[in-house]
């Protein structure tokens, strides 16, 4: 009985699926995007083409294609083809995958691809179970994951595999998406529509696909055409993908650091923005701009690491979302300074030395000159330059590094060569 009503359901799917599930490619053909890694004469293309897929994993944003592509490999192998995900999966469920793909391989050498969907929810145990199965040969694996795989996949697994970044998919994929979506439903979508509901999309083909049904659903319920507030009422919130402590993270916060040091102040407070809406640490975020004007601006704008400094402050005495205000000035007075990164080239240059030459002892007339020093002939010949002006002439490097030179002025704002 439970068979027939299985039977049933799979048989109404179609009817009931959400338009994403149901607009799902079967062939390469019909994949969209990617072509960075999927395009014509490719390697992970003429794998697939050719039934020859070693283990990989899929690494990208959720709606970029990760299972779809694993399911485009299922369809298009001889091989037996098992799915786990590692939300649920055990380590026993892995080993009797390994067990079924032994038997496979030595009874009719049918090879076994493991799609794990997941992957960086398997911890280190659970991955360890796969590393014997995958490292033998029996098993290929196809991993997914929205996380960086080399901040979450032992390195095990990792040497044995290769890794696909699959990116956010472009405006105009996406429009070609809403179209075929639009297609399917029988729905009238305008060009300008299209191209809002991929802007809407964020470079994720589900997201398109769930805006473009939902905003259709609701422009049918009010017997209206379609229109830019029904798709806007679907997108409601902006998609956000990032993470606080990966890939996402470093990401932002460099191309953040990158836009002030090359004076770019829109930039600078877009990143900014992101990494606040997206609820990054703005305690991490002020930190790392205290690090900027010091290392990028430096004695060309002195007051930088006053703003950065008072910044800081402002987080912890005011707080988000006020403190946002505070976070951007700065970021904009720091992206306007003067650049310049001779203090860090100086500091950079006299620790090599130090590294290389040890830290070597100063010259006696710089040594502790109190009482205790005297008696051992240290400070002795030392000039006092508010008396003598000789002594701002002295070279007051150590013996073996007189004539060294560390700092070298850019000649940019306040820093005069």
């Not at 010259?363 to 030392?382: H, I, M, T, V």
């Not at 002295?394 to 030179?405: A, C, F, R």
């Amino acid at each position: 009985m439970s068979d027939l009503f299985s039977d049933a359901a799979k048989q109404r799917l179609p009817e009931v699926a959400p338009l994403a599930l149901r607009m799902r490619p079967q062939t390469l053909d019909e994949f969209v995007g990617q072509q960075q890694v999927l395009g014509e004469g490719s390697a992970l293309r003429t794998a697939i083409e050719e039934d020859r897929v070693r283990s990989a994993i899929f690494y990208g944003p959720p709606g970029t294609g990760k299972t779809t592509l694993a399911r485009i490999v299922a369809n298009m192998t001889g091989a037996a083809f098992e799915e786990l995900s590692a939300v649920s999966a055990t380590v026993a469920q892995v080993r009797e995958v390994l067990a079924r793909a032994r038997e496979r391989l030595g009874a009719n050498a049918q090879r076994t691809i493991l799609f794990l969907d997941e992957i960086h929810r398997f911890n280190k145990a659970q991955q360890d179970a796969l590393l014997p199965g995958v490292e033998e040969g029996v098993i290929t694996l196809i991993g997914a994951t929205t996380e960086n795989p080399y901040f979450e996949v032992n390195s095990a697994l990792l040497s044995r595999s290769q890794v696909y970044e699959l990116e956010p998919l472009s405006l105009e994929d996406l429009e070609r998406i809403v179209r075929g979506g639009a297609a399917e439903l029988q729905a009238e979508v305008p060009d300008e529509l299209a191209r809002l509901i991929a802007t809407r999309a964020g470079g994720d083909a589900r997201s398109a696909h769930n805006i473009l049904e939902l905003a259709w659903q609701t422009a049918q319920a009010a017997k209206e055409p379609l229109g830019e507030p029904h798709v806007e009422d679907a997108a409601r919130k902006r998609p956000l993908v990032y993470d606080k402590a990966a890939d996402a993270h470093y990401d932002f916060i460099s191309a953040f650091i990158k836009s002030m040091r090359g004076s770019d102040p829109d930039a600078s407070v877009y990143y900014l923005a992101a990494m606040l809406e997206s609820g990054e640490d703005a305690r991490y975020i002020a930190r790392r701009m205290i690090v900027l004007a010091s290392e990028d601006i430096g004695n060309a704008d002195p007051r930088a690491l006053l703003v950065a400094v008072a910044a800081a402050q402002a987080v912890e005495h005011v707080g988000l979302p006020e403190a946002r205000l505070n976070l951007a000035q700065a970021a904009i007075y720091l992206a306007l300074a003067p650049k310049s990164n001779a203090s860090y080239m100086a500091l950079k240059r006299a620790t090599a030395d130090v590294q290389e030459k040890g830290n070597i002892k100063p010259p006696k007339a710089l040594a502790d000159g109190s009482w205790y020093g005297r008696q051992l002939g240290k400070g002795e010949g030392y000039i006092y330059p508010h008396s003598d002006p000789a002594g701002y002439d002295v070279d007051y490097l150590p013996d073996e590094l007189k004539g060294t030179t560390y700092y070298e002025p850019s000649g940019n704002g306040e820093e005069e060569s």
